[in-house]
């Protein structure tokens, strides 16, 4: 058994505690551990530090605090997505807003067409066109609000014809007063000056009863006799606009012919009438273009002959002179049948 098991001689004394495997985890007098510090020592020098150095570990960068923003500086809590995203948000909540105070509008121009409507028959609005003054002794013939009695889908299309209406009185105007200087310097034009100033008391008044009217309260009850009533009217305007163009020498119009003639006798009556001339082919070329323009929203609204006739026939059977003329016809024609001697 000796052969394969050695033991130590007894005189060997060997000492745990120098073995390498312990020595090498006993304290170092580098470290301030708490065998080697003694608090109640008396020595001025003060305890050593307590480092523990690691060969993996690495400085960590320092950070640079976030810098106080001031009480008006806006402050950026979220990444640049997120500011697109609450921009986007903004914006479509002004959007909605907008439409809410567009709506607002709408309604309120409703309540005040309701209210309208409510006077009935028996209380009639205040007339207040045309707007004269009150010394005046002939009143407003007409009640127009284009904002309260027409829908704002065509509230653009009959203010623009107001003001082609206007146009047109103005071309009127103006044409006599270029007949009234071609006058003074060709006295053979006296028929000219005469029907310029027919022309002008006669169109006036009845293009805006005929065909402005008829328009306006088409668009403003979707009637379909009073919309047939403006093609027929004003198809005839813009006929006669077409002829104030050519200017026929002896019809009162200035138009081209007769302004290019004036130009003999002198430059400066002849360019007055040539900004006639210009001003009827305007009103000629605008004429057109509004007649096609109506009649685009003539079809998308419900209007048609068949209603228009109806309409027409209504109108007609409620009228109380044509009651009144019906009625007495009717009794003569009965009375006449019972005293025709047999």
């Known amino acids: ?5 050695s033991f130590p001689e007894p005189t060997e004394d060997p000492n745990p505690f120098q073995d390498p495997a312990v020595t090498q985890h006993s304290s170092n007098t580098g470290y301030a551990t ?9 020595t001025t020098a003060p305890p050593p530090p307590y480092e523990a150095t690691s060969p993996s570990a690495q400085s960590a960068p320092a950070q640079t605090p976030p810098s106080r923003t001031t009480p008006t500086e806006p402050r950026n809590y979220g990444s640049y997505t997120s500011q697109t995203a609450v921009n986007a948000t903004t914006a479509e909540l002004l959007r909605k807003q907008e439409e809410l105070e567009k709506k ?6 409703r ?6 409507h409510t006077l009935g028959t028996g209380a009639s609005r205040q007339n207040n ?26 509230q653009r299309t009959v203010t623009i014809m107001y003001y082609f209406w206007m146009f047109c009185t103005c071309g009127l105007l103006f044409n006599l007063i270029s007949s009234l200087a071609n ?28 065909w402005y009217r008829p328009m306006y309260k088409a668009f403003r009850s979707d009637s379909s006799f009073n919309f047939f009533v403006f093609f027929f009217v004003f198809f005839a305007q813009v006929v ?48 057109v273009f ?21 309409e027409f026939a209504t109108g007609v059977m409620s009228n109380q002179v044509v009651r009144q003329a019906a009625t007495s016809a009717a009794t003569s024609a009965a009375q006449g049948a019972f005293t025709t001697p047999r």
């Open 129 to 154: 066109w045309p707007p004269l003054p009150s010394f005046c002794p002939v009143g407003p013939c007409f009640y127009q609000d284009i904002n309260v009695e027409i829908t704002q889908h065509f």
């Open 104 to 109: 607002a509008r709408e309604l309120e121009r």
């Open 183 to 210: 006058f003074c310097v060709n006295t053979s034009g006296g028929v000219g000056l005469g029907l310029a100033i027919l022309w002008a008391l006669l169109f006036t008044p009845c293009s805006f009863v005929c």
């Open 240 to 287: 006669v606009s077409v002829i104030m163009t050519i200017g026929i020498p002896g019809w009162g119009f200035s138009g081209w012919i007769v302004s290019l003639a004036a130009l003999n006798d002198s430059v400066a009556v002849g360019a007055i009438m040539m900004m006639n001339a210009l001003l009827f082919t305007a009103q000629a070329a605008i004429g």
């Open 290 to 310: 509004m007649l096609k323009k109506v009649h685009s929203m003539y079809r998308q609204t419900d209007a048609s002959f068949q209603k228009a006739q109806a």
């Open 111 to 116: 309540e005040r067409e309701l209210e309208s």
């Open 1 to 5: 058994m000796s052969k394969y098991t």
């Open 34 to 42: 708490l065998d080697l510090y003694n608090p109640f020592d008396n």
